[in-house]
């Protein structure tokens, strides 16, 4: 009787995994996926992080906007 090769088998659950992940994310970006919204995560797992504070003062160190005072 042969032996099972277990290499052979892990590699290609891992190989399905990477696809079926692939194709998720590549769903979020055509905005077709199953809620027909990208995902929320999305921009955090892709690095992103400009927010929209800090996005129009070109300031990306996280620090919150300072309030401008008037005299």
């Known amino acids: 009787m042969a032996k099972p090769n277990y290499q052979f088998e892990k590699r290609q659950r891992e190989l399905a995994k990477k696809k079926k992940k692939e194709e998720k994310i590549q769903q979020r ?6 809620a027909g919204a990208p995902d929320a995560d999305q921009d955090a797992a892709e690095g992103d992080t400009t927010t929209p504070d800090n996005a129009e003062s070109g300031d990306n160190n996280g620090a919150a906007p300072q309030a401008e005072a008037s005299a």
């Open 29 to 34: 970006r055509s905005g077709t996926g199953e």
